[in-house]
C-alpha cells in the first residue's frame, strides 16, 4: 500500500512530478539532478519513465545526497569534467521571488548546485507552495547562504558586519556533531540576514557579497532559473516562467 504523504510532502510531490513530466523528455540524456527533500520525488518520477529511456542517460550530482540518490534508483552517474554542458537539470529552492530570483544552500549544496545550473540547457526549481514568494527573505527566516573557506570565516564575518547595510550574519553549526557544517567541498556556511532593502535587489547583493575575500559562493541565484514549480495544498500546481508568465495547472480531478 502507497505511504499516506502529509499535505506538504504531497505538495513536493506535486510539483516534482510536473516539472519532470514537462522538462524530463525522452530525448534529453544528461540530467542534472538537485539536493534537499523535494529532489527525491524528482528521481522517482524519472525512474518511474523507465528503463528503456535511462537506460542511456547520465545523471549529474550537486552533492553527496543527490549522488546517493541516482546511485540506489540505479541510474548512471556521470562527472561535470566528462559532461560540462546539461540537457536539464532539477533542483529545490529555499524561497523563489516573483523574478525567479532564489535563495538557495538550506542544505549547504549551493556551490555544487550553482554549478549544475549554469551548465544546463535548462534550469528548473521544484519546491512545496511555502517557497513561492515575492521578495527573498519573506519566507525563509535563515538568510542568505555564504559558503566560505575556513580560513577566511572571522574576516568574512567582519567584513559582514562592516557594510553599509550590515546582516545579522552567523556561522551555520551542525546538527548532530560538535562544530560547524562543513560543505562536501570542505567549507564553512554563515547564514547572513540582510535588512528588506537589500533583498529587494538580489543581483547588486549577490555581487556585493561574491567580492568579500574568502567566499566561495553565494546561495542567491539571479537569472538562472527558467521554470519553478510550486505544489499547492488543494493539489494545483503554480508555475513561475522566466519573463514573468504565472499560471496554475488545476489539481486533477
Ligand atoms: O543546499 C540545499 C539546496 O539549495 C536545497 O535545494 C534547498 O535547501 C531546498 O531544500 P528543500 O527542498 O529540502 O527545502
Redesign the pocket.
Known amino acids: 500500500m502507497a505511504a499516506v504523504l502529509s499535505p506538504i510532502e504531497a505538495s513536493?510531490q506535486l510539483a516534482a512530478y510536473t516539472a519532470v513530466d514537462t522538462h524530463v523528455l525522452p530525448e534529453h540524456k544528461l540530467i542534472g539532478i538537485?539536493?534537499?527533500?523535494?529532489?527525491p520525488y524528482v528521481v522517482d518520477r524519472i525512474v518511474a519513465q523507465g528503463p528503456a529511456v535511462n537506460r542511456d542517460r547520465v545523471f549529474l550530482a550537486?552533492?553527496f545526497q543527490s549522488q546517493q540518490l541516482i546511485v540506489h534508483a540505479g541510474l548512471r552517474l556521470g562527472d561535470i569534467e566528462q559532461f560540462p554542458e546539461l540537457d536539464v537539470t532539477i533542483?529545490?529552492?529555499?524561497e523563489v521571488d516573483a523574478d525567479l530570483n532564489c535563495i538557495?544552500?538550506?542544505?549547504?549544496?549551493?556551490l555544487r548546485?550553482k554549478v549544475l545550473a549554469e551548465a544546463a540547457k535548462t534550469f528548473v526549481?521544484v519546491?512545496d507552495y511555502r517557497?513561492n514568494s515575492q521578495l527573498l527573505g519573506t519566507n525563509y527566516a535563515p538568510g542568505v547562504?555564504i559558503e566560505v573557506s575556513p580560513f577566511a570565516m572571522t574576516s568574512l564575518l567582519r567584513n559582514l558586519a562592516a557594510l553599509p547595510l550590515p546582516p545579522v550574519a552567523v556561522l551555520r553549526m551542525a546538527r548532530a556533531k560538535a562544530g560547524p557544517v562543513v560543505t562536501d567541498n570542505g567549507n564553512f556556511v554563515v547564514d547572513a540576514v540582510f535588512p528588506d532593502g537589500e533583498m529587494r535587489d538580489p543581483v547588486a547583493l549577490l555581487h556585493k557579497i561574491k567580492l568579500l575575500t574568502g567566499v566561495v559562493e553565494v546561495?542567491l541565484f539571479c537569472g538562472i532559473v527558467k521554470a519553478a514549480y510550486f505544489g499547492n495544498q488543494d493539489g494545483s500546481v503554480t508555475v513561475k516562467k522566466e519573463g514573468g508568465e504565472v499560471s496554475t495547472i488545476a489539481a486533477a480531478p
Open positions: 513536493k538537485g539536493s534537499g527533500s523535494t529532489v550537486t552533492g533542483d529545490g529552492a529555499d538557495k544552500g538550506g542544505g549547504a549544496c549551493h548546485e526549481v519546491a517557497k547562504p546561495g
